[in-house]
């Protein structure tokens, strides 16, 4: 059974910029969630998406956007980066019914994006 | 909206020595809570979860914690560390019916 697997593992970008990251869940996972965890803080969410609808969101602005796979991999997509952007971004995948978090998350290594 | 603190940041203790590190949240309804650790350079993995029942639930690596309904805690103990239990802890409990909502971290840092 292969386990959440993110990349890039490190990118760096400059403010302005737009960014991809890649998630891919771990197998018989259909949510994914995305977590931004700057240095020093715990994470705090994204989004989450269930069969490839946006299944809540927080409090992010819309220049953060996601998308689902039928395959249920997950990309998280940041425009116009920002200085305070700079974070390590965890995907977790978790199985359920209607992307209930009372299933276990279980979560991917992280990207950890620069923006100079 | 529900909150989670923990209320140390920092913890040194010496190999085999007991610890506790401490979490309360805030909800006035039915409360899901977990147990995180995030080894250095590394994501983070479950350690231990409550959802119902026995209020003491323990992990496969000697770690327990106790949902504590009237002080809204579940502090997270081992009675004997390990330098391999360096790590930072996160807890963090089930807002609404989408996401976890985590706490500060707790950097436990275990001395020879």
Redesign the interface.
């Known amino acids: 059974e292969t386990g ?1 697997t ?1 990349s890039p593992t490190h990118l760096i970008k400059t403010r302005g910029q737009q960014v991809t990251l890649r998630c891919s869940s771990q197998s018989g996972h259909n949510t994914v ?1 995305w ?1 931004q965890q700057a240095l ?6 994204i989004f ?1 998406y269930y069969r490839e609808e946006e ?2 969101r ?1 409090n992010f602005p819309p220049r953060f956007s996601g998308l689902q796979f039928p395959n249920y991999s997950s990309e998280l997509n940041v425009n116009a980066l920002e200085l305070d952007d700079s974070a390590l971004y ?1 995907c ?1 995948s978790s199985s359920g019914t ?5 299933d ?7 990207t950890r994006l620069t923006v100079l | 909206a529900q909150s989670v603190t923990q209320l140390d940041s920092q913890v040194p203790v010496f190999e085999e020595a007991p610890v506790e590190l401490r979490c309360n949240y805030s909800s006035s309804v039915s409360v899901y809570l977990f147990w995180y650790v995030q080894y250095p350079n590394q994501g983070l993995q479950l350690l231990l979860k409550y959802l119902s029942g026995s209020t003491l639930v323990e992990s496969i690596n000697g770690f327990e914690a106790e949902f504590n309904k009237s002080q809204t805690s579940f502090h997270l103990r081992k009675p004997s560390v390990h330098i391999s239990d360096t790590a930072e802890y996160f807890c963090a409990v089930v807002q609404g019916a989408q996401k976890l909502v985590f706490g500060q971290g707790t950097r436990l840092t275990i001395n020879p």
Do not use: D, H
Not at chain 1, 98 to 102: A, I, M, P, Y
Not at chain 1, 104 to 110: D, K, L, N
């Open positions: 959440v993110q969630s977590y020093g803080q715990g994470p705090q969410f989450q299944n809540g927080g965890l977790a209607s992307g209930r978090n009372t276990t998350q279980y979560f991917g290594p992280g």
